[in-house]
């Protein structure tokens, strides 16, 4: 079974950069399918980028691609880069894996079974 824990969150002004990083456990994620959510009080978990177990990428239009996904199989670690921050995108960020998936669902939070605990990004203006 699979254990994931982000870091990178943090607080910052709006224009900066932060990576994230997932980092997982007890499984090699090399053939898995990853993405990060992002969740706001309030609110449900929306997606913001996902990778299939072939490295085929997928964005939500929220962010339309804005912040890169991409993993190291070497070091079994996932990666979202987010750069020129904005406040909109203040959230809780989630990692999530599952071994197999298809293509169309990558972006579905229910394609997902295993979470990490998120790390937050907060961003002022």
């Known amino acids: 079974q699979v254990q994931l824990v982000e870091s990178g969150g943090g607080s910052v002004r709006a224009g900066a950069s932060l990576r994230l990083s997932c980092v997982a456990s007890?499984?090699?994620?090399?053939?898995?399918?990853m993405a990060w959510f992002r969740q706001v009080p309030g609110k449900g978990r929306e997606p913001v980028s996902a990778i299939d177990n072939d490295g085929s990428l997928s964005y939500s239009d929220f962010l339309k691609g804005r912040f890169p996904i991409s993993k190291d199989n070497a070091k079994n670690i996932l990666y979202l880069q987010m750069n020129s921050l904005t406040p909109e995108t203040t959230a809780m960020y989630y990692c999530?894996?599952?071994?197999?998936?298809?293509?169309?669902?990558?972006?579905?939070?229910?394609?997902?079974?295993?979470w990490g605990q998120g790390t937050q990004v907060t961003v002022s203006s």
């Open positions: 999530a894996t599952e071994p197999v998936c298809q293509y169309w669902r990558l972006l579905l939070q229910g394609t997902y079974n295993t």
């Open positions: 007890g499984d090699t994620i090399s053939r898995h399918c």
